[in-house]
């Protein structure tokens, strides 16, 4: 895998967290692998000091070096909360069952009775730390959020960096402003505390983030508020998280074949150990390598695969039926550097309001710069798609010469994402017939499933790959297809959109709840595969349904249930 002189310190682990992975490993030996949660036991609040725990815990008879069951249980009751009773119920404050002009546009009944339903789960989900955590911090893996959040669900009982993207579009449809915003105002604290947003609020995901949204949170609720102090606040946040980015560890220099440098970013974590939420996991993966070094360059790629917000997928992966082929710190991906572009325009427009016209012109000025290595280095003429680009070379080396066969021709959703920001992100989208040539070769691509997009071609069993559709890849590419200016593009993303929300009702009907993923090869049907079970609730499924349904409507005589 690629090494250079960078700093790639790890994050030290807590005291807190190697205690509980320690009992997470104990469990499994006791409980065995069928139903068995790793996340649960590093999610556990401790009732007691960690050293009477601590101490108590190695007291505990073993059979074998096994824990009895029993001793087991009594000492999770003895010591422990249960995971989630440190994140306490709240009543959102701004919520209302029937917000006033709530989707004009849905007119069928039966639509309107499930988008008020969808509507009415924030209030399952809506969460504030409990004031235990604030008290005996060391006590907990939860971070201390200043303000209330808005959780995915289930096993997820944590806010998520990228999923909150979703979740606060689908609360701005639900006119819930100041929710949103207390969401943000959380993320701007991790920052403001780390440097990044965490890829979730809990100690253990500080060595790594998610997708960077953040900005484009910010300018969704001043898109639909004009609240200029909100965004005076949240600016320089937004400019620190740039900064971790751009620089460091995430970035790399590629030269053209004209000879230009683009400095271009890659997802990258400080971490080369199990991850805690899943250890017992990651360990078992890791068993095939033989020395201590190939083991922690695999927990390294693990790792930041998590950062890609896409864990896991063939994506990231040399072969893609075989983890242990991870090379994510390898891949400069496509969809990253989107979004950093958005970063870009985004801070350029604050700064702009804001009255800081040398900001303005300097993240104006970066924003150029990424638009023309996005089309350099990503964008493939002959398949009319942007391809993530692997760095091959073993050596290290401060700039990496461009070569066409490093761009991963494989087909992934992301090849799509660059759309969302359309009408500038490769210079394609000022001519028509490139926008045309773009849609054939979706249309083409085999990503277009009777109920969505699906993830990938690549049937191998992880939960980012086929034949899995997620809420936040139909949104990018809809939202791209419909803002790309033409007629065609525009019916498409209907057209999507319609299969997508079609497949959430059904799936809604039958189950009683909403997602985290659904199997797109047939409506109604939910997804599967990955390293847990399968999750509802769900934070960025409720939000995506609710933003589709406000940006397409639902006409009066258009049937909602499943066409095949
Ligand atoms: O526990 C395993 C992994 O779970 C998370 O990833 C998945 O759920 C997240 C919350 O909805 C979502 O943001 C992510 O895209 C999913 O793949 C977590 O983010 C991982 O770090 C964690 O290892």
């Known amino acids: 895998s690629y090494s250079c002189t960078v700093d790639d310190r790890t994050y030290s682990t807590t005291p807190l967290v190697s205690f509980l992975q320690r009992l997470q490993s104990e469990a499994l030996k006791t409980l ?27 007291k505990l008879p073993r059979v074998k070096g096994i824990i009895p069951e029993k001793y087991l249980r009594r000492f999770l009751e003895a010591y422990f909360d249960d995971a989630g009773d440190d994140m306490v119920y709240t009543e959102p404050e701004d919520f209302v069952p029937e917000p006033v002009e709530f989707l004009p546009k849905v007119l069928n009944p039966k639509v309107r009775v499930w988008a008020l339903e969808v509507h009415s789960l924030w209030k399952n989900l809506s969460r504030r730390v409990s004031d235990n955590v604030k008290k005996y911090p060391e006590r907990h893996t939860l971070l201390p959020l200043p303000e209330p959040v808005i959780i995915p669900g289930s096993r997820f009982k944590e806010v998520y960096y990228w999923d909150s993207y979703w979740i606060i579009r689908g609360l701005l449809v639900s006119k819930m402003y100041d929710t949103a915003k207390e969401i943000v105002n ?21 060595n790594r983030s998610q997708p960077p949204l953040l900005s484009s949170m910010v300018m969704e609720i001043y898109t639909r508020t004009g609240d200029l102090e909100f965004v005076r606040k949240s600016l320089p946040s937004l400019m620190k998280e740039y900064t971790f980015w751009i620089s460091g560890i995430h970035k790399v220099m590629i030269r053209d074949l004209h000879g230009h440098k683009h400095s271009l970013s890659r997802y990258y974590a ?60 390898s891949i400069v991906p496509v969809d990253l550097n989107t979004y950093l572009y958005k970063v870009e325009l985004d801070i ?16 104006f000025k970066a924003s150029k710069a990424r638009q023309f290595a996005i089309r350099s280095i990503f964008w493939n003429a002959e398949m009319n798609q942007w391809l993530d680009y692997w760095i091959r070379s073993k050596d290290c080396e401060d700039v990496h010469q461009f070569e066409a066969r490093n761009q991963n021709d494989r087909i992934f959703a992301s090849n799509f994402i660059p759309m969302w920001n359309w009408k500038h992100a490769s210079g394609l989208g000022e001519n028509n017939i490139m926008v045309e040539r773009i849609l054939e070769s979706f249309q083409k691509s085999g990503l277009l499933q009777p109920a969505g997009i699906v993830t990938s071609l690549s049937n191998n069993g992880q939960q980012w790959d086929f034949p899995n559709g997620w ?19 525009w019916e498409l993303a209907q057209d999507i959109a319609v299969r997508w929300i079609r497949t959430n009702y059904a799936a809604y009907n039958t189950t009683g709840a909403m997602h985290e993923k659904y199997d797109v090869k047939g409506c109604g049907k939910v997804g599967g595969g990955g390293e847990y079970k399968p999750q509802t609730g769900f934070g960025w499924s409720n939000g995506v349904v609710l933003a589709l349904l406000e940006e397409f409507g639902w006409p009066f005589d258009r049937d909602i249930e499943c066409r095949s």
């Not at 065995?32 to 960690?50: I, M, N, R």
């Open 471 to 489: 809420s936040p890849l139909q949104h990018l590419i809809i939202e791209g297809l419909s803002n790309s200016g033409s007629k065609a593009g």
């Open 32 to 58: 065995g692998p069928s139903s068995f949660d790793p996340k649960f036991y590093v999610d556990l609040p401790l009732k007691k000091d960690l050293s009477l725990t601590e101490a108590a815990f190695w």
């Open 186 to 206: 959380n993320l701007v604290w991790l920052v403001d505390a780390y440097g990044h947003v965490l890829n979730g609020a809990r100690v253990y995901y500080a």
């Open 348 to 363: 350029a427009f604050f700064a702009q309001q804001l009255g800081d016209i040398k900001t303005h012109e300097k993240f």
């Open 270 to 329: 400080r971490w080369n150990k199990p991850r805690p939420e899943s250890a017992t996991i990651d360990v078992e993966s890791a068993s095939k390598f033989l020395n201590d070094s190939d083991k922690e360059a695999f927990y390294r790629e693990v790792a930041s695969t998590a950062e890609t917000g896409w864990d896991f997928s063939s994506r990231w992966m040399s072969n893609s039926f075989d983890l242990s082929t991870l090379s994510t710190t």
